[in-house]
C-alpha cells in the first residue's frame, strides 16, 4: 500500500478582522503558518492535528484547525513524540494536502469578511486586437 492521505477533516474555523473597510492601508502583508499539533496512531493510520493561519498585517486572521489520517511507509508517532517533526517524505505530503484545504476555506472566509484574498491573484494583461488576430 502506497502513501494515503484521507479523512481530512476541519474542526474549527475563525474569521475576524479589526479595522474598518475604508480604514485599511494601500500595502497588505498575508503571513501563513501552518502548525503541527499533535499526531496519534489510529489502526493502520496516523492522525495529524494542525493549525493554519493567514494573519492579515493589522487587518484580520483567519485560523483554521483540523485533522486528517495518514498511511504511508512509515510509523512516525513515536518520532512526533521525540522530536516534534514529521519525516521529510511525510511531511511535504502532509502540509501540501492540509495547505491545500485550508487555502480554499481561508479565501472563502476573507471574502465574506472582506479581507484580500490570501493568495495573490493573477495579474492578466490585455494583449491589442491586432497581436491576438495576428496583424501587429
Given at each position: 500500500m502506497g502513501t494515503v492521505i484521507k479523512d481530512l477533516e476541519i474542526?474549527?474555523?475563525e474569521g475576524k478582522r479589526f479595522s474598518q473597510i475604508d480604514a485599511r492601508q494601500q500595502e497588505i502583508r498575508i503571513d501563513q503558518n501552518l502548525s503541527?499539533?499533535?499526531v496519534r496512531k489510529e489502526g493502520e493510520f496516523q492522525r495529524v492535528f494542525y493549525k493554519f493561519v493567514s494573519t492579515?498585517?493589522?487587518l484580520?486572521?483567519?485560523s483554521v484547525e483540523g485533522s486528517?489520517?495518514?498511511?504511508?511507509?512509515?510509523?512516525?508517532?513515536l518520532k512526533w513524540k521525540k522530536s516534534k517533526e514529521l519525516p521529510e517524505g511525510a511531511a511535504s505530503e502532509v502540509q501540501?494536502?492540509?495547505f491545500t484545504s485550508s487555502i480554499v476555506e481561508t479565501i472563502?472566509?476573507?471574502?465574506?469578511l472582506r479581507l484580500p484574498p490570501p493568495v495573490p491573484?493573477?495579474?492578466?494583461?490585455?494583449q491589442k486586437k491586432k497581436d491576438i488576430l495576428g496583424f501587429g
Open positions: 474542526t474549527s474555523i503541527i499539533l499533535d492579515f498585517s493589522g484580520g486572521n483567519i486528517l489520517l495518514y498511511s504511508g511507509t512509515e510509523d512516525f508517532e501540501g494536502a492540509i472563502t472566509l476573507a471574502r465574506d491573484m493573477p495579474n492578466l494583461q490585455q
